[in-house]
């Protein structure tokens, strides 16, 4: 049976990859995971859609009975992504992204080698810096620890499938957008050269 695509999403933090997801769900055909977090809600989020939030006894429980696609650890703080509804996406050919960090990236290329890794890159440091201040979501020590996550983060690009700078974000969006349609394509081609070989 064929599946959907999955295709994974990371950058550091204020890479503005959220905003790259929020316009790729946009376009349309393709879904976007709700992962759960022990991390405290922003005053713009909504539980259940930016996503599930949660305690850290509940994750913990959530791990230990088998429900995490994969999870990790983010400055301090429990990230993961809920297999079930996932694999149900996946199951009824629809393709899906999971906006996730690389520790988490890594441990679901393992399961599932066929993932297609994105990592989104800013157009420099400075821009980076000014992004995180700028959208004041997080105070002085926060965004001190999000760059310094970027460093480790930015020497994982080179294990990702792509690397695409987000400088402009509609050209940021038209890239990615372009390779996961491409992605899509090939696979189905391959597919229907899989069926014509075996009626050869
Ligand atoms: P934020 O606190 O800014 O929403 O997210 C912090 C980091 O956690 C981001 O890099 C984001 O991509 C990542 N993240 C969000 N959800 C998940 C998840 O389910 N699993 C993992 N491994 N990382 C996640």
């Not at 930016?50 to 999870?71: A, R």
């Not at 393992?110 to 890159?121: G, N, S, T």
């Amino acid at each position: 049976m064929s599946k959907g695509s999955l295709f994974i999403i990371s950058g550091p933090s204020g890479t503005g990859k959220g905003t790259v997801c929020d316009e790729l769900i946009r376009r349309g055909d393709v879904y976007l995971s709700v992962s759960s977090t022990t991390r405290d809600k922003r005053a713009n989020e909504i539980d259940g859609v930016t996503y599930n939030f949660t305690d850290v006894e509940h994750f913990k429980q959530m791990i230990d009975d088998g429900s995490m696609l994969e999870w990790a650890c983010y400055n301090g703080n429990y990230y993961g992504t809920p297999r079930e509804a996932v694999e149900k996406m996946l199951y009824a050919e629809k393709n899906v992204i999971l906006e996730i960090e690389p520790q988490g990236a890594f441990k679901v290329r393992e399961k599932m080698p066929e993932a297609v890794l994105i990592f989104i890159i800013p157009p420099s440091i400075e821009i980076l810096k000014s992004r995180l201040i700028g959208r004041g979501r997080e105070d002085n020590e926060q965004i001190e620890k999000r760059l310094d996550a970027a460093k480790w983060e930015f020497l994982q690009a080179g294990r990702y499938n792509y690397i695409v700078e987000n400088d402009d974000l509609q050209g940021c969006v038209a890239e990615v957008a372009g390779i996961m349609d491409n992605v899509v394509k090939m696979r189905e081609k391959v597919r229907r050269l899989i069926d014509e070989a075996e009626q050869m």
